[in-house]
């Protein structure tokens, strides 16, 4: 039986915040920030937010990441600073 997207897009976080833990620290402003926005149950989505300078450099390195795994990824940019990788899976 196949994982519920849900699940599969909860491990990919947890991959996520594992392998960029760096951007992550706990006593800090974090450069990557995640969310798994279910307000659509049908097609729940991994938003994987990067706010920093060169923000399209390390959203690049988690987009490849998410693909790699399986994700279908989108972007949004809201500024130089500010870009969103959306993830989605069957």
């Not at 196949?2 to 833990?21: G, N, R, Y």
């Not at 938003?47 to 959203?59: F, K, P």
């Amino acid at each position: 039986m196949t994982e519920h997207p849900i699940d599969v897009l909860d491990d990919m976080a947890d991959q996520v915040a594992e392998e960029f833990e760096a951007y992550r620290q706990p006593d800090e402003f974090k450069d990557v920030s995640l969310v798994i926005n279910n307000n659509d149950p049908d097609r729940p989505t991994l938003i994987v937010h990067v706010d920093r300078e060169e923000a399209d450099t390390l959203a690049d390195e988690i987009e490849a990441f998410l693909e790699e795994r399986g994700a279908r990824t989108q972007r949004e940019r809201h500024s130089d600073t500010d870009v969103r990788v959306l993830a989605t899976v069957d």
